[in-house]
Nanobody, 124 residues
Framework: QVHLVESGGDLVHPGGSLRLSCAVS????????IAWFRQAPGKEREGLAC????????IYADSVNGRVSLSSDIYMNVVFFELSSLKPEDAGVYTC?????????????????WGQGTRVTVSP
């Protein structure tokens, strides 16, 4: 059975950084790309980044490009999402998702499995 569990959400000061984890089970990271999404209060969910361990490629959205880094540990089956220079607009619930392809997908609907999310608050 596929499970994704995020952790690491916290209160972060503006300008600070965070590291989120997505622990997966029920599949190997080289069989599915992992994407990260964020839903800010009152806004639609936004795709932020994706890592394909199989193809060794990462994709970053413009809103976080230059501040974000994704990495994966295939042995621990964990994907790490690191974001620096946090802004108030980075606050929200961060969720990781997996699909049936080892390659990053452009459509949210192509991710079939979702974690429960972890909340990030950005405040002085």
């Amino acid at each position: 059975q596929v499970h994704l569990v995020e952790s690491g959400g916290d209160l972060v000061h503006p300008g600070g950084s965070l590291r989120l984890s997505c622990a997966v089970s029920g599949f190997s990271l080289d069989t599915s790309a992992i994407a990260w999404f964020r839903q800010a209060p009152g806004k639609e969910r936004e795709g932020l980044a994706c890592i394909s361990t199989y193809s060794r490629k990462t994709i970053y959205a413009d809103s976080v490009n230059g501040r974000v880094s994704l990495s994966s540990d295939i042995y621990m089956n964990v994907v790490f999402f690191e974001l620096s220079s946090l802004k108030p607009e980075d606050a929200g619930v961060y969720t990781c998702a997996a699909g049936h392809s080892p390659y990053c997908q452009s459509l949210e609907d192509e991710y079939a499995f979702w974690g429960q999310g972890t909340r990030v608050t950005v405040s002085p």
